[in-house]
């Protein structure tokens, strides 16, 4: 199956198939934005137009062979690297490469059948040293097939956050520091203030921005044959990514998992809110007592209906990205007396907790601070 074609970005694309033509494309690029605006489509555009054998400035043929193989991702040159979960150890440093290598290609597997997946993950991945080292063994080799080769590795922020230890990193940073002849790697990230400043330094930046909201809906209605107001719908609690789209749409008979996040998220806040201090606590103890990386994109949610509150008190309806609630939020500014001020102050406690989360802390402890400061900010005394 090929990849579904890369919505969006005409700047960007103009712009590196333009350095390509002149001859001065960087060899080590790092493309960041949002999470699910289809960074790692473009990476895999970017390979293609590298390995396309007629490209242009108007960007790969998708005729030749180069572009037909990289299309499917079966290009002996395209090598695209993401996390993945660490597989169980296998009593040798060789046999847990290799693990780390299937794991890889059974997930790149996965995606060429199906290659429209929402952006969202549920499991701590990682991109691991064995991962890394894997990478540079296949970048001391010749290009297999074309006169090129590309290495696409995606959320490189993944590196440090996992191995606790900048091995990962350092690795990789060779490579990019001199990169061999023909050889280009793309590293993206959604957060590239958790890179290590040597990787940012020794990569080019472009940025993806967010895609306008009809553009995402009409991609869902087109690519996946959505209804029209579940797109639109979807597409607004975006905020213009495609892959995080996804994870708002129905998934079977039950919730997408960026909408069963959202609207655990809310209930985050309307117990943030409520007069009985209890409900603060039982809901923190809801969490289990470790993993509190798998909070951020709650977090993130829990964000979202705090700014559709500000909205709200500021009488700014239209704003809001949670429409279908428009009224329990007007009605909880109005007789809360909710002021706007103090919802950005509570914005401000909502990242911190998010950055806090990046750590090793208790979710637990974690979230029960959390609903209790914003009770604080927010309900006026
Ligand atoms: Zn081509």
Redo the contacts with the bound molecule.
């Keep these: 199956m090929n990849l579904h074609p890369l919505e969006g970005h005409d700047e960007a694309r103009d712009g590196v198939a333009a350095a390509l033509d002149r001859g001065c494309l960087p060899q080590a690029l790092l493309l960041h934005g949002p999470p699910g605006v289809g960074k790692q489509r473009f990476g895999l555009w970017l390979a293609?137009l590298l390995l396309?054998?007629?490209?242009s400035r108007a960007g790969?043929?998708?005729?030749?062979q180069?572009?037909r193989l990289a299309l499917r991702v079966e290009h002996p040159d395209l090598h695209w690297y993401f996390p993945v979960k660490k597989p169980p150890s296998k009593g040798s440093r060789d046999r847990d490469d290799e693990a780390l290598e299937d794991a890889r290609t059974s997930r790149i597997a996965e995606l060429r059948e199906e290659p429209l997946q929402s952006s969202h993950s549920e499991e701590p991945l990682g991109l691991h040293l064995g991962t890394v080292r894997n990478l540079r063994r296949r970048a001391s080799s010749r290009p297999a097939m074309a006169s090129r080769q590309v290495f696409l590795i995606a959320d490189a922020e993944e590196l440090v956050a996992q191995d606790a230890s900048p091995e990962a990193a350092n690795a990789l940073l060779k490579l990019l520091e001199e990169p061999p002849e023909g050889t280009w790697f793309i590293l993206t990230s959604a957060e590239p203030g958790r890179l290590l400043p040597t990787i940012r330094s020794r990569t080019s930046s472009l940025h993806l921005p967010s895609l306008p909201t009809q553009v995402v809906a009409d991609f869902l209605v087109r690519q996946l044959d959505v209804a029209p107001e579940e797109a639109r719908k979807a597409a607004r609690l975006s905020s213009g990514a495609i892959g995080r789209a996804m994870g708002f749409l129905a998934d079977g008979d039950g919730d997408g998992p960026l909408e069963a996040l959202r609207k655990e998220s809310f209930r985050l806040l309307r117990d943030a809110l409520s007069p009985q201090p209890g409900h603060r606590f039982s809901r923190a103890l809801q969490y289990r007592p470790s993993g509190a990386r798998g909070l951020r994109e709650l977090l993130m949610g829990l964000e979202i209906w705090l700014r559709d509150l500000g909205a709200a008190a500021s009488g700014a309806a239209d704003a809001l990205l949670n429409q279908e609630a428009g009224d329990w939020l007007a009605r909880t500014a109005r007789e809360q007396r909710i002021h706007p001020a103090r919802v950005a102050r509570g914005m401000q406690a909502v990242q911190d907790a998010r950055a806090q989360a990046a750590g090793n802390v208790n979710p637990q402890l974690l979230l029960s601070n959390l609903l209790i400061r914003l009770h604080r900010i927010l309900v006026a005394t």
Excluded: A, D, V
């Design positions: 293609q396309c054998q007629e490209s790969p043929c998708q005729g030749c180069g572009c």
